[in-house]
């Protein structure tokens, strides 16, 4: 696999990084994970925006977008295109220097990594029934709208999961449920779809953006509000957004099941998501 590493594509096998590396020493990394479909990069600017906002975020120095932009573009043209569905990942680390809080001197460069992966879209079936999820407390930091690397709450959150055979964990903070450890989360009540608002408490998700976006144009009206876990447990539909769940209903919360099955919101939202896709795919392509 080639991977863009520092400035160069190489071999995985030759793609080293230090062990002085900030991002391995302190988490002091930001990323962005983006969807190809068919080659194409899905909602590119609303991602390199927010891999900015969290550079600024993580008190780190701008890097250069455009070269960010010809190395996803090369991906994306190259292995991209031998899989309909993959995703790009880029990090951006503070850079390695002999381990020390302080930030280094301005000497130091930063680490700069991208590669591409398939990305097999979530299983048919499993969307048909939905997931099963838990809720915890968030014990995350304050700084939740950093898209950072330092995902210890997330993955300890996963792993009670699939420790009580559940598929994800939901955090819960001052009673409200705000998202899962990797995605968005949305209700719908009398068929209104309502998520948690932007605050520092969430990461501001693309797809929970785009799908904001769709959900007029299908007949479905948004609201951008907290709600509780009663809320969520009496919600005619829950499900999930993100980059690589899309719209992934949730039909289990604690061990309750909500529902049997994927809800007609979650449906229409879903189809409306896929026509996007197609039209950026189109577009993208110049067809
Ligand atoms: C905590 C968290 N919330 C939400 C999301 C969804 O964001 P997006 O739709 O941009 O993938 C992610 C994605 O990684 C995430 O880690």
Redesign the pocket.
């Known amino acids: 696999m080639r991977v863009f590493l520092n400035g160069r594509f190489v071999d995985e096998s030759e793609a080293a990084i230090s062990f002085d590396d900030r991002g391995f020493l302190f988490g002091d990394a930001v990323y962005e994970?983006i969807?190809l479909y068919d080659g194409v990069p899905y909602r590119l600017d609303?991602?390199l925006k927010?891999l900015e906002r969290s550079l600024a975020g993580a008190m780190m120095e701008p890097v250069d977008m455009s070269l960010i932009t010809r190395v996803i573009q090369d991906l994306a043209g190259r292995e991209g295109r031998e899989d309909p569905d993959a995703i790009i990942y880029i990090e951006i680390t503070r850079g390695a220097a002999p381990r020390n809080h302080m930030f280094p001197g301005p000497d130091v460069r930063p680490t700069i990594l991208l590669w591409c992966r398939p990305a097999p879209p979530p299983d048919e079936a499993r969307v048909e029934k939905g997931i099963s999820v838990i809720t915890v407390a968030d014990d995350r930091w304050a700084k939740?709208w950093i898209?950072t690397v330092n995902?210890l709450p997330?993955v300890m959150a996963k792993e009670r999961a699939r420790r009580a055979g559940a598929d994800d964990a939901l955090?819960v903070r001052d009673g409200m449920v705000l998202?899962?450890?990797?995605?968005?989360l949305f209700i719908v009540v009398k068929g209104v779809l309502k998520t948690a608002p932007v605050t520092n408490y969430?990461?501001?998700?693309?797809?929970?953006?785009?799908v904001l976006e769709l959900a007029p144009g299908v007949g479905v009206p948004v609201r951008e509000e907290p709600f509780s876990v009663d809320e969520l447990m009496a919600a005619d539909e829950v499900f999930l957004?993100?980059?690589?769940?899309e719209v992934l209903p949730v039909t289990m919360v604690d061990q309750k099941t909500l529902r049997e099955g994927r809800g007609p919101v979650a449906k229409k939202l879903k189809a409306a998501l896929q026509e996007d896709v197609r039209r950026e795919v189109a577009a993208g392509r110049g067809d």
Not at 179 to 184: G, H, I, L, V, Y
Not at 202 to 210: F, S
Not at 241 to 245: D, K, W
Request: proline share 7%; net charge positive; charged share 15%.
């Open positions: 994970v969807h609303p991602h927010r939740c898209k995902l997330n955090f998202e899962s450890t990797a995605s968005n969430i990461l501001p998700g693309i797809t929970r953006a785009t957004s993100g980059t690589t769940s």
